[in-house]
């Protein structure tokens, strides 16, 4: 059994995440460190992680699978077992080694792991069931179902309550910075009284965790279960309901009380009575006896997590081949490694794990291991011949028993293909003619989807399926953006909305503590996506909550005191990136100036002429503040560079480049510096100077380590600041920190120098960011202009290269292009149809070194364009 702890109580969810994260590992599979090809501009996934993990989940679905390097299947996180609490895998009772993992292709998430054993050939296939999937019998159904709805932590074991109570106060259900949430079905007009039960386990004294409990959207009540009862002693709070928006669900949820200094929410236990059957809270503490059976009674921790849940399958199925010319006796066996018991029932060929995983087996096993896991007969191999075993994981409600045949996994095997092979997710919008490049697009577009989940009925952009699943503001922001390039409007609308029921009644944002910049963040966001959308009427619509915001902004500028290193900016704020103390620092002033001037342009861009004036005048008081401060806080590093560090004060020995990804974000997409800017020379040459495997080292969580996406960000700066060369080149590097299944840890150490890691896999604001920084390498908007190729990457424009852009959203409009370098490699022709919602004053093509004369070409702004150039060789 795993040894869980108490939650963290950190001022940042993100800071308590990265930190309980934060390990090494010393067993597994380690890849040997690849030798670094020459060639800049090859993808070849060099610098990948040592360890690995990859979505098989299908999209907006609540279970998120994940396969480990060594195939085995990962659920319940966190724990104890590749840090989750249950791994299932593959082996033999004879020594295996891991030989290479793939996927079958880039849009279709089956998982191929190869493995060796002496002279016998393992190939596993890992992949999701597609829908539907028939229950092979009727399944009576409970009278009431709850439904957990997003993440699923929980811990056994948690608090201590005394005695009498319910046992599973012992037990929490756990919301990691965001809410608890769970809902069930109601007829129209039924009536019900919730209660809810929470016992606090960690925090001995009041005021530490203080909860709002909701119903229906509304906040009801508001607990301080220390303050009214004591640690470690259980409450219970009785509130009544009816579906009040008569969609056929109750909706109830625990989220942080904004006064709440830990972010974090916990729930025991859930009763549901019908209305006015509900005995008095301390019966129902005490665990009853109840005059009247509640409808429902669940223990949050403990009970399944996945009630609610449709049944879900996954498949593993398992070759084993002889290529010798001698027969070969192997014995095969499933390892099931898990924080709850597992059962073996032989009988029905089937495992159960804890209360919510069962595993199919289609063969009979003869015994089982020390911890009752099955192993099966001895098999011998003929020479040349090859055998296949297959298994099931179940999880969710009365899960029909599948695979029970090898058929029956074949045949899932093939609709799985199919399944992701018609998937409606928007490829097709960006072509590159470096196949690996074009792989991690397809890939990025699908972890994207398989991480999103639909929430309060509304798509919710996830950035990962584990310690990131959830509402991330800044995340979430260039996920939507990413999203919008692809032509989902109409999804991405419904996410811009789901964010903005997070904004407080003083109009601010600020779902992480200290994050004063994420008003600043939604105020870009929110704006940005109306300027790529041509939708002034619907910004017209939510312009209450950008006014709202912008005084949250003017409000807060007030608050640090006379005389403190940051008095007219923001005040003490959290930095992340590698810096948790809230101290006077320049993350949240960054990205304040990018969202207030983002306001300032919406404005002018809405007609609102005065409202944007006097909101400049604001903006340029809180610029010139904010150069004072910087010009007193320039500091130089060790190889010359004058540079602006993050902190402003209990700066230290913190290296120069930690938590600088807000500067980058303040020169792109913020435009806040002026062209030529000697703060953003210097900050750029200090950054350089760090640099390790093509990205700068030690920015984030992890000391001395790599941010992955954060190279997006370098990138972009680059790219902004008119280097489109070294924006192409960063471009590689950041895809060669993927992995070779197509997606990326957050942060992981530079090759042979250990597997210590930070954060979500696969971690889709990277994925975002790949999206991104490939789309602005070929377009973007500079103001009024539209740039095209500015950061286009010199071998692709090798003979017979075709580089496409179909409808990618534009501040002006949709654009598609087409170029085609000619065969002999000497010309190429550019086809194009500009942008035509809101023509750019100037579309100018950037001609590289890899034209034979260099330099900006200007083209027509209407009507469909043909360019033909000459190029610099045959590349």
């Not at 609102?608 to 909101?615: I, L, R, V």
Request: charged content about 20%.
């Amino acid at each position: 059994m795993t040894v869980m702890h108490s939650p963290p109580t950190r001022s940042s969810a993100r800071f308590l995440l990265c930190a309980c994260l934060l390990h090494a590992m010393t067993h597994g599979l380690a890849a040997a460190a690849p030798t670094p090809a020459p060639d800049e501009f090859t993808l070849d996934h060099r610098y990948a992680p040592p360890q690995w993990q990859t979505a098989i989940g299908l999209p907006d679905d609540a279970q998120k699978t994940l396969v480990a390097k060594d195939g085995g299947l990962l659920y319940d996180y966190p724990g104890g077992y590749a840090g989750f609490g249950t791994k299932i895998t593959f082996g033999l009772v004879q020594p295996v080694t891991w030989t290479r993992q793939e996927l079958v292709s880039p849009r279709i998430p089956i998982v191929r792991t190869y493995k060796q054993a002496g002279p016998i050939e393992i190939v596993e296939e890992a992949f999701a069931v597609a829908p539907p999937l028939s229950p092979k019998k009727a399944v009576e159904q409970p009278a009431l179902v709850l439904r957990r709805v997003g993440a699923n932590s929980g811990q056994r074991g948690w608090a201590n309550p005394k005695p009498p109570c319910d046992p599973d106060f012992r037990h929490v259900a756990i919301g990691w910075n965001g809410p608890i949430e769970y809902r069930f079905p109601a007829a129209r007009g039924e009536r019900f009284t919730v209660v809810f039960g929470i016992c606090e386990g960690h925090h001995p004294g009041p005021g530490a965790r203080v909860l709002t409990l909701s119903l229906e959207g509304k906040s009801r009540q508001i607990v301080d279960p220390v303050k009214e009862g004591g640690h470690n002693v259980p409450r219970a709070y009785p509130l009544d309901i009816q579906d009040e928006n008569q969609d056929g669900w109750i909706d109830l949820a625990v989220t942080a009380a904004p006064e709440s200094p830990d972010k974090n929410t916990i729930l025991n236990l859930l009763w549901v009575f019908r209305a006015a059957e509900a005995p008095p809270p301390d019966t129902v503490v005490r665990g009853g006896p109840f005059p009247k059976v509640p409808l429902l009674r669940f223990a949050c921790g403990a009970d399944k997590l996945l009630t609610g849940q449709a049944p879900r399958h996954d498949v593993l199925r398992v070759t084993l081949r002889n290529p010798t010319g001698a027969a070969v006796k192997v014995t095969p066996r499933l390892l099931l490694e898990a924080a709850e018991d597992v059962w073996p029932d032989p009988m029905h060929r089937i495992a159960r794990v804890g209360d919510g995983t069962r595993v199919f087996y289609t063969a009979d096993w003869t015994t089982t291991d020390v911890r009752g896991r099955p192993v099966f007969s001895a098999i011998t191999l003929a020479p040349r011949a090859e055998i296949t075993l297959a298994f099931g994981v179940a999880r969710g409600d009365h899960p029909a028993p599948f695979p029970q045949t090898l058929a029956e996994a074949a045949s899932a095997r093939r609709a799985a293909e199919r399944y992701w092979a018609e998937a409606d997710l928007p490829y097709g919008r960006l072509g590159v003619p470096d196949a690996a490049v074009q792989a991690l697009l397809d890939a990025s577009v699908r972890n994207i989807y398989q991480a999103r989940e639909i929430k309060q009925g509304l798509p919710a952009f996830q950035v990962g399926p584990t310690c990131y699943r959830g509402l991330w503001v800044v995340d979430g922001a260039f996920l939507l953006e990413a999203v919008t390039y692809l032509g989902r409007e109409k999804e991405t609308r419904a996410g811009i909305d789901y964010l903005m029921k997070f904004q407080r009644a003083d109009g601010s944002f600020m779902l992480i503590d200290g994050h004063w910049k994420e008003t600043g963040i939604a105020l870009w966001a929110v704006t940005r996506h109306a300027r790529l959308t041509g939708d002034p009427a619907w910004l017209r619509g939510v312009w209450p909550r950008v006014e709202r915001g912008v005084a949250a902004i003017e409000a807060m500028r007030a608050l640090p005191a006379r005389g403190a290193p940051n008095e007219g900016l923001v005040p003490d704020g959290f930095s992340d990136g590698g810096l948790a103390e809230k101290v006077p620092e320049y993350t949240n002033v960054y990205w304040t100036l990018a969202g207030l001037r983002a306001a300032v342009e919406a404005a002018a861009w809405l007609g609102n002429t005065a409202q944007a004036d006097a909101w400049r005048k604001g903006y340029d008081d809180l610029y010139a503040t904010f150069r004072r401060a910087a010009q007193r806080d320039m500091k130089t590093d060790g190889h010359g560079n004058r540079h602006l560090p993050i902190r402003m004060a209990k700066g230290g020995d913190i290296p120069p480049q930690k938590a600088q990804w807000a500067f980058l974000h303040a020169v792109y997409p913020g435009q806040v510096f002026p062209d030529g800017d000697p703060l953003v020379r210097g900050n750029l040459a200090m950054l350089r100077a760090a640099e390790q495997e093509g990205l700068v080292a030690d920015t984030g969580w992890l000391k001395n380590g790599l941010w992955s996406y954060f190279g997006s960000f370098y990138a972009h700066a680059w790219l902004w600041v008119g280097d489109g060369g070294k924006a192409a080149r960063t471009l590689y590097a950041f895809g060669n920190h993927a992995s070779p299944l197509l997606c990326w840890r957050e942060e992981h150490m530079p090759q042979g120098q250990g597997d210590a890691r930070v954060g979500d896999m696969p971690h889709n604001w990277a994925s975002a960011e790949f999206i991104r920084l490939v789309r602005h390498c070929l377009a973007l908007e500079r103001g009024n202009e539209l740039h095209l190729f500015q950061g286009f990457p010199a071998a692709w424009a090798r003979p017979g290269a075709v580089t496409r852009m179909h409808g990618i959203a534009t501040e002006f409009g949709p654009l598609s292009l087409e170029f085609t370098v000619a065969r002999d490699g000497r010309s190429g022709v550019l086809h194009l149809t500009p942008p035509r919602r809101t023509p750019p004053a100037r579309i100018l093509w950037h001609l590289g070194p890899w034209a034979a004369e260099p330099g900006a070409v200007a083209l027509p702004t209407d009507g469909t364009v043909k360019k033909t150039v000459r190029l610099a060789g045959r590349g």
